[in-house]
């Protein structure tokens, strides 16, 4: 079995291998880490290898298969997005104010994962803090998408995207705020679930916007999402919001018939500013449920328009609150110079964060500062309900809601940096579940030729209705069993010169 | 409302970030379309709207009022940082952190 032919598998089939001993997980790791070697200088999707912790959860997870209780990602590789605490690990959220932090102690995620017997290939690239949507606000350097190696791969879990799409990993973890695990699933063509909020615990996830942040999974497929949501949800005492409910099989309801499902589509995003050749890929793959027996429903979300005036309040406000404890204190950056303790606080925290966090704390400063308050912060928690609102709406008419993850194919590395409203309006469809809290999913729907003859990814974006992350799944599975989008991988044999 | 390099002065003091006169400016064009984007929110009507801050109206969980964890000072101490002022000590001394002196 050919190496490339290898990276391929489904988490079933790469798990089947190994329960049945025809390849051991070291020997799994071993490609992985291999292909990393060799590929991730041009891409930087990985920012912490360590092979020696690596290997060893391989061997830990071949002992544990030969006395024959595995589970179902014991040794299977897994990239872990750098926004997760994972002890004797390098934990830099992308930056440099964290550049030489090890976290002393585990997520609650990779805490789960361990148990799981997964191993962890390494920590993945991201925009600083989790703040952008193109990877580019990273200390540690842009990623390539390996679609296109002069694109972005969409942001903020860019780093886990490429290595997904790349085949760097076997599945990856993402957090998503305003669409951080969507946006770059549908720039890079791979399968992202972000749960309900609460669904998966936040302990050790560093926090950007407490009431919005949801770790998720990037995976090839649905089916793939599914056995990583088995292993990432459930309650967790540690996280004030984790909710107490009850374990779920996330691969439960895979195989059920998509007969008599309804579909809502919201005119809102298909209006302006929604590029033309997505537009028609979405249309396409509506197309492809209608003949899987769906009902399409046109629906009205009215205040989407709204979500991004809202998050750009909320999401900030929480943020500086969140990003205050980086003071130089007592871990993190502290500046080399400095007079007095107000200097050390300010030097420290100018040199330790990059622009666009800087951007975004003194936002979140100026509207909960004296006098705005109730302009800005109040405001907004009032139009985030009615946002919500929307949706309850909307659930009474439709099962799921179906539309584009990003209003474009991945866009070049270095076009929006200098223009943060333009970098803002890649959110535009994502950024509303976040608000409600509801599941959100990107999925493989087909390709658009660029104007330079790129063939990019579009991402078909899944909606559901709180807790209906099962049923999402069966609806992309479904999909999945009729179409191919989601098992076409990216040439990594670049021609000469592009690097 | 318009930005002033005044305001900008103002919010980067509350937040603890140093920032130099060139930069003010700067800063002061990109977060002006920023709140610009930001103003569309005023057109709407929220009159008695609840705000909402979380999307599962939970009320907080409490925990039982026992110790639950264990001293870690050691461990957390290995990722204090340089003193600066270009010592290499760490900011640390006898379990405590080290910061420049706020009383005479």
């Known amino acids: 079995m050919s190496n490339s032919h290898l990276t391929n598998l489904s988490l079933k089939q790469f798990g089947d291998l190994l329960q049945s001993k025809k390849i051991s997980s070291v020997e799994l790791t071993q490609m992985f880490l291999h292909r990393i070697q060799q590929y991730n200088p041009s891409i930087n999707a990985y920012i912490a290898l360590d092979e020696g912790k690596t290997l060893a959860q391989a061997k830990a997870a071949d002992a544990r298969i030969a006395a024959g209780n595995a589970a179902p990602l014991t040794g299977i590789p897994i990239a872990q997005k750098d926004i997760f605490c994972a002890k004797g690990w390098q934990t830099t959220c992308g930056s440099k104010m964290l550049a030489n932090f090890i976290a002393p102690y585990d997520a609650h995620v990779i805490t789960l994962f361990d148990a799981a017997g997964a191993v962890n290939l390494g920590k993945t690239n991201m925009d600083e803090f989790a703040m952008g949507s193109s990877n580019e606000t990273s200390y540690f350097g842009g990623v390539k998408n390996p679609w296109s190696f002069d694109r972005v791969p969409g942001g903020s879990s860019g780093g886990s995207a490429a290595a997904v799409a790349a085949r760097l990993c076997a599945a990856a973890t993402g957090t998503d705020t305003g669409g951080s695990i969507r946006q770059p699933a549908s720039l890079c063509g791979f399968t992202g679930l972000k749960p309900t909020y609460g669904v998966v615990s936040r302990f050790g996830m560093i926090a950007f916007a407490s009431s919005l942040d949801q770790a998720g999974p990037m995976a090839k497929s649905a089916e793939d999402c599914a056995l990583m949501m088995n292993v990432m949800a459930g309650f967790d005492e540690r996280d004030s919001t984790s909710l107490n409910r009850e374990k779920e099989d996330y691969s439960s309801a895979l195989h059920q018939p998509l007969r008599g499902l309804r579909i809502g589509l919201p005119k809102e995003f298909f209006a302006e500013g929604l590029d033309a050749d997505v537009g028609k890929v979405i249309e396409n793959a509506i197309a492809e449920y209608k003949k899987l027996g769906a009902e399409i429903i046109e629906i009205s979300l009215p205040n989407t328009g709204l979500s991004i005036p809202v998050y750009y309040v909320l999401a900030p406000a929480e943020a500086s609150s969140n990003l205050s404890r980086y003071d130089g204190v007592r871990y993190g950056h502290r500046a080399a110079e400095y007079t007095d303790l107000m200097d050390m606080y300010c030097k420290s925290r100018a040199e330790g964060f990059g622009a666009e966090v800087k951007r975004r704390i003194l936002i979140g400063t100026y509207v909960l500062s004296a006098g705005y308050y109730d302009a800005y912060y109040l405001k907004a928690q009032q139009i985030r309900r009615l946002i919500a609102q929307d949706f309850v709406e909307a659930f009474k008419q439709c099962d799921v809601i179906m539309g584009p993850a990003a209003p474009s194919t991945a866009f070049k590395a270095g076009e929006k940096v200098d223009d943060p409203v333009a970098m803002y309006l890649q959110d535009i469809y994502t950024i509303s579940t976040n608000l409600a809290g509801l599941p959100g999913m990107s999925v493989p729907a087909g390709f658009s030729q660029s104007v330079d003859g790129k063939t990019l990814p579009v991402g078909l974006q899944i909606i559901g209705n709180y807790f209906d992350e099962a049923r999402m799944l069966n609806v992309a599975h479904q999909y999945q069993q009729v179409t191919d989008w989601h098992t076409q991988a990216p040439n990594l044999n670049m021609p000469e010169g592009i690097t | ?104």
């Open chain 2, 1 to 104: 409302m318009a930005l002033s390099i005044e305001d900008i002065k103002k919010v980067a003091h509350l937040a603890r970030i140093e920032i130099s006169d060139t930069d003010v400016n700067a800063t002061l064009i990109k977060l002006t379309g920023i709140l610009g984007l930001i103003e569309q929110m005023q057109a709407v009507d929220t009159t008695g709207i609840v705000p909402m801050s979380h999307s599962q109206e939970l009320s907080q969980r409490l925990r039982d009022d026992v110790v639950t964890k264990t001293n870690q000072r050691d461990e957390f101490q290995k990722n204090a940082p340089l003193l600066g002022n270009h010592s290499t000590q760490q900011a640390i001394a006898d379990g405590l952190y080290l910061v420049p002196k706020v009383i005479e």
